[in-house]
C-alpha cells in the first residue's frame, strides 16, 4: 500500500490535535479510574457475603447476644412469678386477668417493635441501639422497684422495659446472620440458651430474694444481675456486614413472598401457645394445690429443658434442614401435651414431667423460627425479615 507521506513531527502537529490528544488521554484516565473503583466495590461486596462460621471473633459475638437475651427473654421467661407475686401483694385487689394485661403489654412491645428496630439494625449496625436498649432497660428495673399502683406497673413494665427490650432483643438475634450461615442453626441456639439460663435463674433469686428482702430489694438485685449482662452484650456484640443504605425505615415487602407469610403465621401459632404456658403454668400450678415452691421450680425445669432443646435442635438443623427440625420439634410438643399435661391433674409427678420435655420442644421452635426466616432472605435483610415477622406475631 502506498503512503500518502512522511509523518508529521511533533512540532508541526496543529494546537487542535494537541487538545484532542490530551482530552483522549484524560478520559482514559478517567476510564481506569472507575474501573479501579468499580473493582475495588466489587472486591468489597464479594467479601462481604462471606461468613466466617466461626473463629474468636463470631464467638465472642454469640457470647454477647447469649448475654443480652439471658437478661431480657430470661427475665421474661420467668413473668408468670411477678404475676403470681402482684396478684398476691401490690395488686390484690385486681383480677387475674387485669394482671396479666401488663405482662402482655410486655410482650407486645417486645416482638412489635421489631417492624422498624430491624431495619434500623440493617442500617446503622448494633452499637448505639445495644447502649441505649440496656440504659433504658435496667433503669426500668431500678423503677419497678419502687412501683405499688396497677398504672406504674404497665407504664414502666409494660411500656418502657417493653419497648427497650425490643431494642435490646431484636439487634441480639440479627447480628447472629452477620458472621454465620452455614453454621447459623447452632449459633442461634447457644444465643438462645441465654433465655433458658436466665429463665433458671431469675426464678432461683426472685424466690430467695423475696422470701428474705423487700419487693423493692428484690428487683435491685435482677436489675444488677441484669445490668452485668448487658455489659457484656456491650462490648462483645458487633455487626460486621456494611449497612443497607436504603434501610431504616419500615418496609412490608417481604410479605409479598408467601414463604414468609405462612412461616410468620406459623410462628404466631406456637408463640400464642408458649406465652400463654409461662405466664399461666404457676398460677395453673397453684389452682391445682401444688406449693409455692412446686410453680418456682416448674419454670427453672422447663426452661433447663428448653435449654438442652436450643442446643440440639441448632446442631441438627445445620445437617438436617431449618425448616424439617421445626416439623419435628412441632409434632413433639404437641405428643407432651396431649400425653402428659392434659392428664396431669393433681398429680405433682406428672406435672414436673411435663415441665422439662415441654421445654426441651418449645425451646427448639423458639430458637429456629429466626433461623428459618434467615432461609427467606439475604443477611443484610435478616433485620428487616425478623423485626416485620415478629412484629405480626406480637398480635398473637
Same mark, same amino acid.
Not at 435442635?313 to 438436617?320: M, P
Given at each position: 500500500?502506498?503512503?500518502?507521506?512522511? $509523518?508529521?513531527?511533533?512540532?508541526?502537529?496543529?494546537?487542535?490535535?494537541?487538545?484532542?490528544?490530551?482530552?483522549?488521554?484524560?478520559?482514559?484516565?478517567?476510564?481506569?479510574?472507575? $474501573?479501579?473503583?468499580?473493582?475495588?466495590?466489587?472486591?468489597?461486596?464479594?467479601?462481604?457475603?462471606?461468613?466466617?462460621?466461626?473463629? $474468636?471473633?463470631?464467638?465472642?459475638?454469640?457470647?454477647?447476644?447469649?448475654?443480652? =437475651?439471658?437478661?431480657?427473654?430470661?427475665?421474661?421467661?420467668?413473668?408468670?412469678?411477678?404475676?403470681?407475686?402482684?396478684?398476691?401483694?401490690?395488686?390484690?385487689?385486681?383480677?387475674?386477668?387485669?394482671?396479666?394485661?401488663?405482662?402482655?403489654?410486655?410482650?407486645?412491645?417486645?416482638?412489635?417493635?421489631?417492624?422498624?428496630?430491624?431495619?434500623?439494625?440493617?442500617?446503622?449496625?448494633?452499637?448505639?441501639?445495644?447502649?441505649?436498649?440496656?440504659?433504658?432497660?435496667?433503669?426500668?428495673?431500678?423503677?419497678?422497684?419502687?412501683?405499688?399502683?396497677?398504672?406504674?406497673?404497665?407504664?414502666?413494665?409494660?411500656?418502657?422495659?417493653?419497648?427497650?427490650?425490643?431494642?435490646?432483643?431484636?439487634?441480639?438475634?440479627?447480628? %447472629?446472620?452477620?458472621?454465620?450461615?452455614?453454621?447459623?442453626?447452632?449459633?442461634?441456639?447457644?444465643?438462645? =440458651?441465654?433465655?433458658?439460663?436466665?429463665?433458671?435463674?431469675?426464678? $432461683?433469686?426472685?424466690?430467695?430474694?423475696?422470701?428474705?428482702?423487700?419487693?423493692?430489694?428484690?428487683?435491685?438485685?435482677?436489675?444488677?444481675?441484669?445490668?452485668?449482662?448487658?455489659? %457484656?452484650?456491650?462490648?462483645?456484640?458487633?455487626?460486621?456486614?456494611?449497612?443497607?443504605?436504603?434501610?431504616?425505615? %419500615?418496609?412490608?415487602?417481604?410479605?409479598?413472598?408467601?414463604?414468609?407469610?405462612?412461616?410468620?403465621?406459623?410462628?404466631?401459632?406456637?408463640?400464642?401457645?408458649?406465652?400463654?404456658?409461662?405466664?399461666?403454668?404457676?398460677?395453673?400450678?397453684?389452682?391445682?394445690?401444688?406449693?409455692?415452691?412446686?410453680?418456682?421450680?416448674?419454670?427453672?425445669?422447663?426452661?433447663?429443658?428448653?435449654?438442652?432443646?436450643?442446643?440440639?435442635?441448632?446442631?441438627?438443623?445445620?445437617?438436617?434442614?431449618?425448616?424439617?427440625?421445626?416439623?419435628?420439634?412441632?409434632?413433639?410438643?404437641?405428643?407432651? %401435651?396431649?400425653?402428659?399435661?392434659?392428664?396431669?391433674?393433681?398429680?405433682?409427678?406428672?406435672?414436673?414431667?411435663?415441665?422439662?420435655?415441654?421445654?426441651?420442644?418449645?425451646?427448639?421452635?423458639?430458637?429456629?423460627?429466626?433461623?428459618?426466616?434467615?432461609?427467606?432472605?439475604?443477611?443484610?435483610?435478616?433485620?428487616?425479615?425478623?423485626?416485620?415477622?415478629?412484629?405480626?406475631?406480637?398480635?398473637?
Amino acid at each position: 500500500m502506498a503512503s500518502n507521506g512522511p $509523518l508529521p513531527t511533533l512540532s508541526e502537529i496543529s494546537p487542535a490535535s494537541e487538545s484532542r490528544l490530551d482530552h483522549l488521554d484524560d478520559h482514559h484516565k478517567n476510564v481506569t479510574h472507575n $474501573l479501579e473503583l468499580t473493582a475495588v466495590t466489587t472486591s468489597h461486596s464479594r467479601a462481604s457475603l462471606y461468613f466466617p462460621d466461626g473463629g $474468636l471473633r463470631a464467638w465472642l459475638v454469640i457470647l454477647g447476644s447469649f448475654s443480652v =437475651i439471658c437478661g431480657t427473654f430470661g427475665l421474661m421467661s420467668s413473668v408468670g412469678l411477678f404475676q403470681s407475686y402482684w396478684q398476691a401483694n401490690q395488686l390484690a385487689n385486681y383480677s387475674p386477668r387485669d394482671v396479666g394485661w401488663i405482662a402482655a403489654v410486655n410482650i407486645f412491645l417486645n416482638l412489635f417493635l421489631g417492624v422498624q428496630i430491624g431495619p434500623l439494625f440493617d442500617r446503622y449496625g448494633s452499637r448505639y441501639l445495644v447502649l441505649v436498649g440496656s440504659v433504658v432497660y435496667v433503669v426500668s428495673l431500678v423503677v419497678l422497684a419502687e412501683c405499688t399502683r396497677y398504672w406504674h406497673f404497665m407504664l414502666v413494665y409494660g411500656v418502657v422495659n417493653g419497648i427497650s427490650g425490643a431494642c435490646l432483643t431484636t439487634t441480639a438475634l440479627a447480628v %447472629v446472620a452477620h458472621w454465620f450461615e452455614r453454621r447459623r442453626g447452632l449459633a442461634s441456639g447457644i444465643a438462645f =440458651i441465654g433465655s433458658s439460663v436466665g429463665g433458671i435463674v431469675f426464678p $432461683l433469686v426472685l424466690k430467695s430474694t423475696l422470701e428474705n428482702l423487700s419487693w423493692a430489694w428484690a428487683l435491685r438485685v435482677v436489675a444488677l444481675i441484669a445490668g452485668v449482662l448487658l455489659v %457484656v452484650g456491650n462490648l462483645c456484640v458487633r455487626g460486621r456486614l456494611p449497612p443497607r443504605r436504603n434501610g431504616g425505615t %419500615v418496609d412490608l415487602k417481604c410479605l409479598l413472598d408467601a414463604r414468609f407469610g405462612w412461616a410468620t403465621a406459623g410462628i404466631a401459632c406456637f408463640e400464642f401457645v408458649l406465652f400463654g404456658v409461662l405466664g399461666l403454668l404457676p398460677s395453673y400450678g397453684l389452682s391445682q394445690g401444688f406449693s409455692n415452691q412446686a410453680t418456682f421450680n416448674i419454670i427453672a425445669i422447663l426452661n433447663a429443658g428448653s435449654a438442652f432443646g436450643r442446643f440440639f435442635s441448632g446442631y441438627l438443623s445445620d445437617r438436617w434442614g431449618r425448616f424439617n427440625t421445626m416439623i419435628l420439634t412441632l409434632l413433639w410438643s404437641l405428643i407432651v %401435651v396431649l400425653a402428659f399435661w392434659l392428664p396431669v391433674s393433681n398429680n405433682v409427678i406428672l406435672f414436673y414431667t411435663f415441665a422439662p420435655l415441654f421445654g426441651f420442644g418449645s425451646g427448639s421452635i423458639i430458637s429456629m423460627a429466626p433461623v428459618c426466616l434467615g432461609q427467606l432472605c439475604k443477611a443484610d435483610q435478616y433485620g428487616q425479615f425478623y423485626g416485620t415477622s415478629y412484629s405480626i406475631v406480637s398480635f398473637a
